[in-house]
């Protein structure tokens, strides 16, 4: 255990897996104590809070559906609950779809656009209210929004968005030193990369592999560190040179 982040609490969303596990680990291995929230697995997610428990840390998982705005201020309540006022949130949780734009449906836009955008945003707008002055706030987002690919519209569209509410609220919250960033991760190994992409994803990146969610969860905790204390309003790359 590290003694970097020591004393500091972070909220992390979609945490029970993936990118939002190793970011969750990874911070609470710098010293912070977490809160992993999750939406359906419960079982993973207490297998990211045993992981940090295990090693030393403090965690707690909280259940939450950020598509539903009163689960949003509860997940809040319940993370302040366990461990204090907040430091550090990440706002990682995130639905999928491959489809083509011809053949979604407004239940695909509603679901999609529910979590990733809609979602991404009141938790942005609690933790703009909550977060301690000199605080973190972290956006996942992708680096399909810089590249092409083909049935991805409404994923791609509502990343999107998040990083604009990234941009404008990285102003707003300035004056209190507190850093709103977004981070792009490229293809990495997670349920969330589509089968279609594995065989070739490794090609595109000069070092020949595709990317472990560690990869990308360091750069979250460097972020989220003091070495991180002048980068905002950035969507920081970390994709392995694709992009």
């Known amino acids: 255990m590290s003694e970097q982040l020591k004393g500091k609490h972070a909220l992390v969303t979609g945490a029970s897996r993936g990118i939002g596990r190793a970011i969750a680990i990874g911070l609470a291995a710098q010293g912070a104590a977490v809160t992993v929230g999750y939406v359906a697995n419960e079982e993973r997610a207490a297998e990211t809070v045993d992981a940090i428990v295990g090693a030393g840390g403090q965690a707690t998982a909280v259940r939450a559906d950020l598509s539903v705005l009163p689960e949003i201020t509860?997940?809040?309540?319940?993370?302040?609950?366990?461990?204090?006022?907040?430091?550090?949130?990440?706002?990682?949780?995130?639905?999928?779809?491959?489809?083509?734009?011809?053949?979604?449906?407004?239940?695909?836009?509603?679901?999609?656009?529910?979590?990733?955008?809609k979602g991404v945003f009141f938790t942005l707008q609690q933790a703009a209210k909550r977060v301690r002055d000199g605080g973190r706030i972290i956006v996942t987002s992708t680096g399909g929004t810089k590249m092409f690919f083909t049935e991805t519209s409404l994923y791609l569209g509502s990343k999107g968005a998040v990083e604009q509410f990234v941009r404008v609220l990285s102003q707003e919250l300035g004056p209190r030193n507190i850093t709103v960033n977004a981070l792009s991760p490229g293809f990495t190994d997670t349920d969330l990369l589509p089968d279609r992409d594995r065989a070739v994803a490794a090609e595109k990146s000069p070092f020949g592999r595709i990317g472990a969610p560690g990869d990308v969860g360091d750069v979250a905790v460097f972020l989220a560190g003091d070495g991180g204390r002048w980068v905002t309003g950035q969507n920081i790359a970390a994709g392995g040179g694709v992009f």
């Open 74 to 117: 509860r997940l809040f309540d319940e993370a302040e609950g366990a461990f204090g006022p907040l430091d550090i949130v990440v706002a990682n949780a995130a639905d999928a779809l491959v489809k083509p734009l011809a053949d979604c449906t407004e239940e695909d836009y509603d679901r999609i656009f529910g979590t990733n955008a």
